[in-house]
């Protein structure tokens, strides 16, 4: 009964690869977010979806393409992998994109590029 | 946008008091969380604040939160091993949900 989970937890691939993590939260929000985590743990915001629509969109290579097919997932996708996209990502979410709603997050997928 | 500056590491004996500081640029923040992170392990939600007070307090923490010089607190009384972890402090941004998160405080407890 976890409330955010994302898949796979570890992912280990090799550079040029192509590659998707999942998402999905059983809390009924509205609101999913995509974090990255660096290994200084630095921690930004990627991306917000609020009911399947796009409304965060940081400053991130286009080689990275969220997708939502329902309020209930949020998906991510890397093209053409580079050593720097090694770090932790989170996924989380939120009652909506209000002020005040706190975002929970899942326990993170661990990617490393060889 | 958002600059949030914690310190990097805390020390503390088991039993006492640990204070965690973070100060931020965005005068508009409403809303302040305050994470902790666990060794492998995802985001824990510990408390937040609303930017209307200076103070709340929840069982064993309390946040303090001083707008005029954008200083967030935050006290974890009875310090245990346990607690030992990342904190990160993170307030809201551009008046919606967004969040900016600190560089994170690493706390240790020591025996």
């Known amino acids: 009964d976890t409330a955010v989970s994302q898949t796979p937890k570890y992912l280990v691939t090799q550079m040029g690869n192509d590659k998707s993590i999942k998402c999905e939260q059983n809390l009924g929000h509205d609101t999913m977010y995509w974090y990255k985590q660096d290994s200084k743990k630095f921690l930004k915001i990627m991306f917000s979806?609020?009911?399947?629509?796009?409304?965060i969109n940081e400053t991130v290579p286009n080689r990275f393409s969220p997708k939502s097919p329902d309020k209930a997932h949020l998906n991510l996708h890397i093209n053409s992998l580079e050593l720097g996209d090694s770090a932790v990502y989170f996924c989380?979410?939120?009652?909506?994109?209000?002020?005040?709603?706190?975002?929970?997050f899942g326990d993170g997928t661990r990617l490393s590029i060889l | 946008g958002e600059d949030v500056e914690q310190s990097l590491f805390l020390s503390v004996r088991e039993g006492d008091s640990s204070v965690i500081n973070c100060t931020y640029t965005d005068s508009s923040s409403t809303y302040l969380y305050w994470y902790k992170q666990e060794p492998g392990a995802g985001l824990q939600l510990l408390t937040y604040?609303?930017?209307?007070?200076d103070m709340k307090q929840d069982q064993r923490l309390t946040v303090l939160l001083n707008k005029k010089d954008k200083h967030l607190s935050l006290r974890i009384a009875d310090t245990q091993t346990g607690d030992s972890a990342i904190y990160f402090c993170?307030?809201?941004?551009?008046?919606?949900?967004?969040?900016?998160f600190g560089t994170g405080t690493q706390l240790k407890v020591e025996l």
């Open positions: 993170a307030p809201t941004t551009g008046g919606g949900n967004k969040l900016t």
């Open positions: 604040i609303f930017s209307n007070m």
């Open positions: 989380a979410s939120s009652q909506d994109a209000g002020g005040g709603q706190p975002q929970h």
């Open positions: 979806y609020n009911n399947k629509e796009l409304i």
